[in-house]
């Protein structure tokens, strides 16, 4: 059996605020919180994702390959495309 420990080296909090129309009154505005974290081991980095308010909205730890943007930048871009498209 192969193990591997990944460091927790950065936790965010992300706040998202989506703006959409509200009838004819304008528009409303929602903020989303989101706690993010980066994990590594060498040149491997690890990310997840979760929404403190109820922690059912959640991406589990993933892969970042080595040629992808920024760790946590690459997790915001997760967030933003699979709940606030």
Same mark, same amino acid.
């Given at each position: 059996?192969?193990?591997?420990?990944?460091?927790?080296? $950065?936790?965010?909090?992300?706040? =998202?605020?989506?703006?959409?129309?509200?009838?004819?009154?304008?528009?409303? *505005?929602?903020?989303? /919180?989101?706690?993010?974290?980066?994990?590594?081991?060498?040149? $491997?980095?690890?990310?997840?994702? =979760?929404?403190?308010?109820?922690?059912?909205?959640?991406?589990?730890?993933? *892969?970042?390959?080595? /040629?992808?943007?920024?760790?946590?930048?690459?997790?915001?871009?997760?967030?933003?495309?699979?709940?606030?498209?």
């Amino acid at each position: 059996m192969e193990k591997k420990t990944f460091e927790v080296e $950065e936790h965010h909090l992300v706040e =998202i605020k989506e703006t959409k129309p509200f009838g004819s009154n304008g528009s409303q *505005t929602r903020t989303y /919180h989101w706690e993010v974290f980066i994990a590594s081991k060498g040149t $491997e980095y690890r990310g997840k994702a =979760i929404e403190p308010k109820d922690q059912k909205r959640e991406i589990p730890w993933m *892969t970042i390959e080595e /040629h992808e943007m920024n760790p946590l930048d690459f997790m915001v871009e997760c967030i933003e495309r699979k709940f606030h498209r």
